[in-house]
């Protein structure tokens, strides 16, 4: 059984910083690009970052690129999303998602598996 458990989401002042952890398991992690998007109300679930498990490839959205970092622990079969400088703009709803790739891929429908989600909230 696949399962993406969320941690660490929170209210935070503008220009602070949170970490996402998200704990896999059920998954051969080396054949998986994990992933984390977001949801704002009344928008469409959008990219953040996404990391290929075996190798360590990475890519960003240009929104967050500079100031989140994507990473892995092996040992642990977690992801992680360091989220510094945060603004306003994004609170939303993080989710973590696995897609069984070669490669990374940003769009949310390809992912297989999703995390239940965590509520980050920046206010200004």
């Known amino acids: 059984q696949v399962q993406l458990v969320e941690s660490g989401g929170g209210l935070v002042q503008a220009g602070g910083s949170l970490r996402l952890s998200c704990a896999a398991s059920g998954l051969t992690l080396s054949s998986y690009v994990m992933g984390w998007f977001r949801q704002a109300p009344g928008k469409e679930r959008e990219f953040v970052a996404a990391?290929?498990?075996?190798?360590?490839?990475?890519a960003y959205a240009d929104s967050v690129k500079g100031r989140f970092t994507i990473s892995r622990d092996n040992a642990k079969n977690t992801v992680y999303l360091q989220m510094n400088s945060l603004k306003p703009e994004d609170t939303a709803v993080y989710y973590c998602a696995a897609d069984r790739s070669r490669v990374v891929r940003r769009m949310f429908k390809l992912y297989e598996y999703w995390g239940q989600g965590t509520q980050v909230t920046v206010s200004s």
């Open positions: 990391i290929r498990w075996s190798g360590g490839s990475t």
